[in-house]
């Protein structure tokens, strides 16, 4: 007698694939190509094209296991590279093409990558760092046969060429789901960047988790726009969580100008967009600039740095656009927490709901979080105790890729790097990165609610804030701050912003205007930059 049994079905990528391709075969992709030109497919063609690729990849006699690299825009052939590649067994490695090209180099050596696909606006670069790439064996253009590519880069490949060479009949290997399938390497400011080796396993975890309706919350009647970068953690899940649940996606290609974003959501009626605060920064100034109301918007979803509250006021009472905050990191797939409100805030103000959604949310099932002094004791969900940010669940990082051990704590846990909060609902604070936070006598103050305030200036378009050395509280703050256009300000004005909104010994010391903040590969502002030049303003003044 059988004690039954249930299935045993492998946890793949190519299962969402497949997924999409039969249930949602004619639901659109649409896909800024590198020349401005707009490309219409449907999932169907998306899980035919990489399904071939696959094949043909095998046919190169790339191994399982081995890494693919890319280096490529938000567009359809990169979506089809993700599942394509994974689904062969090997490993698509994404890559910032914003690096400089020392760490590019490093990067693509360390992961010793085999294969690597690009887009037109990069081949310049890899025909010049391809003598000290020492891995790659095939360079993959992402296109049709080009003659400029096949003159910048030596015996190139055509993506498209590689497909037409395969028939209908490819098929998808069986795969182990605790294979790898995604590798991914965190911006790190300091030191070597780190990789993080994502499985099967953990990316359809993730795609489940990030799918709930408190979740991302995405359904087959969307249309999903990931403005985040698909080399910043896989486009943050999206083109995965959009074909598990077959929602027409929307690749914007390289334009990622507020201007090009809003004939985008307004042309091809985006229902909701995913992206970093300095990019949704553009969005709502060509908003602004246009009239257009973004009316097909209905949510967005806003993470890799603090959700500025005047955001998200503007988004809901300007457009009726939801603005979801979100926190997560390269080494958690990314999502960790999430805002959305419980039952018992449907009646709350107006304005209490706008300041409950300045929280980065609840963690959905799947992660757990914990706060942990210094000292290690851990800290209660009180809503005022503040400590390290530790987290565990099937889609964080355990050991990174080539490292000699685990990254985790003894009893298991991740330990982020970022200083937060939890209420007693479980709702999440990101105060700081331990790094950046500003320790003034002893007493913590958040760059991030110094900042927050700063941009709620209306002469202020951005701002930054760090630590200065001081003498007397050892660490003071100064804020760095882009004034908007058409608006002058004064030191004094935005000092006197802060009076009232935190307690005196906050506010920061100084106020210097500057022209632009330097950014970071993925859209967030490089303060180990700014307190290179600016750690030392306080110091020379008070000498
Ligand atoms: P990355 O691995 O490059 O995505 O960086 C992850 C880090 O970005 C986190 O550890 C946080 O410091 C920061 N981060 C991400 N989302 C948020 C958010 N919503 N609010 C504040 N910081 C964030």
Not at 245 to 250: A, I, K, N
Not at 463 to 482: F, G, T
Request: aromatic share 6%; hydrophobic share 40%.
């Amino acid at each position: 007698m059988s004690l039954g049994k249930m299935m045993d079905k492998a946890l793949t990528t190519t299962s969402i694939i497949e997924h999409a391709g039969r249930f949602h075969t004619n639901t659109p992709v649409i896909s800024v190509e590198t020349d401005g030109t707009i490309s219409r497919t449907g999932w169907g063609e998306v899980e035919s094209n990489a399904r071939k690729l696959n094949a043909a990849l095998v046919r190169l006699g790339v191994k399982t296991g081995e890494r693919c690299a890319t280096i490529a825009w938000n567009n359809r052939r990169h979506v089809e590279i993700y599942f394509g590649v994974a689904g062969a067994g090997m490993v698509c490695h994404t890559i910032n093409p914003r690096l400089f090209p020392e760490q590019l180099i490093y990067i693509m050596n360390h992961a010793e990558d085999k294969v690597l696909f690009f887009d037109k606006t990069f081949a310049p670069a890899i025909g010049k760092l391809r003598e000290h790439l020492k891995t790659i064996e095939h360079y993959v253009y992402m296109g049709a046969a080009d003659d400029e590519v096949a003159a910048a880069v030596d015996g190139v490949l055509f993506m498209d060429d590689l497909i037409a060479a395969e028939t209908d009949d490819a098929t998808w290997p069986e795969i182990d789901e605790r294979m790898p399938s995604s590798l991914c390497y965190t911006s790190g400011t300091t030191g070597n960047p780190k990789g993080v080796e994502y499985t099967h396993r953990s990316t359809v975890l993730h795609t489940l988790g990030a799918n709930q309706a408190d979740g991302l919350g995405l359904s087959a009647k969307d249309v999903v726009m990931p403005v985040v970068p698909m080399f910043h953690v896989n486009a943050w899940g999206v083109p995965y969580a959009t074909a598990a649940v077959g929602s027409s996606l929307v690749l914007p290609g390289p334009g990622l100008d507020g201007e090009s974003l809003v004939k985008l959501i307004d042309g091809e009626k985006v229902t909701m967009a995913l992206g970093v605060p300095t990019i949704w920064l553009g969005l709502m100034n060509a908003l602004e600039k246009t009239g257009s109301k973004a009316l097909s918007l209905q949510r967005t979803l806003i993470g890799g740095s603090a959700a500025p509250s005047y955001m998200i006021r503007e988004f809901d009472e300007k457009y009726g656009v939801e603005l979801i905050h979100g926190w997560g990191m390269t080494e958690t797939s990314p999502l960790g927490s999430i805002n959305q409100l419980l039952a018992k805030h449907t009646d709350l103000p107006h304005d209490e709901k706008l300041k409950l959604r300045e929280s980065q949310g609840r963690p959905p099932y799947g992660v757990d979080l914990r706060l942990v002094s210094d000292e290690g004791e851990i800290l209660p969900h009180d809503g005022k105790a503040a400590g390290n940010l530790q987290i565990s669940g099937p889609w964080v990082v355990d050991t990174y890729f080539k490292a000699d051990g685990s990254a985790l704590t003894d009893d298991g846990w991740f330990d982020t790097g970022d200083v937060a909060m939890i209420d007693e609902d479980g709702y999440l604070f990101i105060t700081d990165r331990s790094k950046d936070i500003i320790k003034s006598g002893g007493e913590w103050i958040s760059t991030v609610e110094l900042e927050d305030i700063a941009i709620s200036h209306p002469g202020v378009s951005n701002a930054a804030a760090i630590a200065a050395r001081h003498e007397k509280w050892d660490e003071r703050p100064v804020v760095l701050a882009i004034k908007a256009e058409g608006a002058d300000p004064s030191e004094a004005d935005i000092l006197a912003h802060y009076e009232g909104k935190i307690a005196h010994w906050q506010i920061p010391d100084k106020v210097i205007f500057v022209d632009s903040l330097p950014i970071g590969g993925t859209g967030k502002i490089l303060k180990n930059k700014l307190r290179d030049e600016y750690g030392d303003v306080l110091m020379t003044e008070d000498a």
